[in-house]
C-alpha cells in the first residue's frame, strides 16, 4: 500500500529527511556486516523527533474526546425494480440446477464406463466438459448475485419471504446512497423514506457491494407495505438512523488504514528533560461518520492522539530516531 506523502513539508527540510534516512539505512547496513541482531535492536520501531523536526512537519497532537451520539445520517435513495433481482435469482436457479444435472450425467457415464457397458471415454470426456462448464457458469451467476445483491445472498433464510412480498407488491426495495462516504462503520438499525411529506419506515437488510452512479457507500432498505403508484425509479430522500454510540471522536486525518485495519498515532510518554518525544501506532475500530471525523473504539481518555501529520509518522515507520539538522 502506497503511503502518504510528506504535505506542505519545506523542500529544505524534506532534503535533510531523505539524507538522514539515507544516513541511518548506512549505519544499519555497516552494522549489519558486524552483528545482524544488534543491527535490527538499534533501528527503532517508531519515529521519534526532537521539538524542531516537530514543528517543522507540524505535528499536532490532542487529547481524545470521549463521545457517545446518535447515529443520524441524511442520504437519498432510489425504488428498485424487484423484476431484476427476481431474474437474477432465477439464473441462479437454473445455472445450478444445470450443474447438478451435468454432474449427474457424469456420475452416469463413469459407472457404465467402469462396467464395461455402452459408454465410451470419450462420452464420459465430453460429460465431464460439460460438467466442467456448467459448474463455471453456475459460479460466475453466484458471484454476480452477491455483488449485487449482497444483503439479500447472505439472508437465505428469509430469501423466499421477502421475493414473494416483492412479486406481490406488498414489499419494495430502496437503495440508499450515502453522499460524501464509501465506507459504512456500522450498518444503521432503521431508515425513514420521505414519500409526498410522510415518513415511511424501512428496514435496513445490509450494505450493498456493487457502486451506483452516486460512486457512494450505499444500504439496501426494504419497505413494508409501500404507499400506492411508488414506481421503479423513483427518486426519494431518507435518512439513516442507530442507537447512541459510546466511542471517541478523533479528526479523519489522524486514522490510517492498513490490511491489519484501522489505527492512529500516539505520543508516547516524554521522559523530563527530554525534548525528543516518540510515537506509537494504537489499532482502533471504525464506529460511525461524526461531523468532520469518526467515532472510534479503542482508546484511553488519556491518549494524547495526533491530529495533524499521521502521514509523516507513517514515512518515518522503521527509521526510528532521525538524525538533528546540524545545519547552523
Not at 520501531?45 to 451520539?69: F, H
Not at 421477502?162 to 414489499?171: D, E, H, P, T
Not at 450515502?178 to 411529506?197: M, R
Not at 471522536?249 to 485495519?261: D, M, N, Q, T
Request: zero cysteines; charged letters at 20%; aromatic letters at 4%.
Amino acid at each position: 500500500m502506497m503511503k502518504p506523502g510528506f504535505g506542505a513539508v519545506n523542500s529544505g527540510f524534506a532534503l535533510r529527511i531523505a539524507m538522514g534516512m539515507l544516513l541511518a539505512l548506512a549505519m544499519s547496513a555497516h552494522a549489519q556486516d558486524d552483528d545482524d541482531d544488534a543491527a535490527k535492536n538499534a533501528m527503532g520501531t517508531t519515529p521519534t523527533l526532537n521539538k524542531e523536526q516537530r514543528d517543522a512537519v507540524g505535528i499536532v497532537v490532542a487529547k481524545a474526546v470521549a463521545a457517545k451520539p446518535a447515529e443520524h445520517v441524511a442520504a437519498f435513495g432510489q425504488v428498485l425494480d424487484p423484476a431484476a433481482l427476481i431474474a437474477e435469482l432465477g439464473e441462479v436457479d437454473a445455472n445450478r440446477a444445470a450443474e447438478r444435472a451435468a454432474s449427474a450425467e457424469v456420475a452416469r457415464l463413469q459407472g457404465l464406463y467402469k462396467a464395461g457397458a455402452s459408454a465410451s471415454l470419450r462420452n464420459l470426456e465430453a460429460a465431464q466438459a460439460e460438467q466442467a462448464k456448467a459448474h463455471a457458469e453456475a459460479e460466475s451467476a453466484s458471484t454476480r448475485f452477491s455483488l449485487r445483491w449482497a444483503p439479500i445472498a447472505a439472508a437465505s433464510a428469509k430469501r423466499q419471504k421477502l421475493i414473494g412480498a416483492l412479486a406481490s407488491g406488498r414489499s419494495a426495495l430502496v437503495r440508499v446512497d450515502l453522499p460524501g462516504q464509501q465506507s459504512v462503520g456500522t450498518v444503521p438499525d432503521a431508515a425513514t423514506i420521505d414519500i409526498d411529506g410522510i415518513a415511511v419506515k424501512g428496514d435496513v437488510l445490509g450494505a450493498l457491494t456493487q457502486a451506483s452512479d452516486a460512486q457512494s457507500a450505499s444500504l439496501l432498505v426494504a419497505l413494508a407495505d409501500p404507499p400506492n403508484g411508488l414506481a421503479v425509479g423513483t427518486r426519494v430522500a431518507a435518512s439513516l438512523t442507530g442507537a447512541a454510540k459510546s466511542g471517541f471522536l478523533v479528526p479523519r486525518g489522524a486514522i490510517l488504514y492498513e490490511e491489519g485495519g484501522a489505527f492512529v498515532y500516539h505520543e508516547l510518554a516524554v521522559k523530563p528533560g527530554d525534548e525528543k518525544t516518540s510515537y506509537a501506532r494504537k489499532s482502533v475500530t471504525l464506529l460511525m461518520p461524526s461531523g468532520d471525523g469518526w467515532l472510534v473504539d479503542g482508546l484511553d481518555d488519556d491518549d494524547r492522539i495526533v491530529v495533524h501529520g499521521a502521514g509523516v509518522l507513517w514515512s518515518l515507520e522503521g527509521v526510528g530516531e532521525m538524525p538533528a539538522d546540524d545545519d547552523d
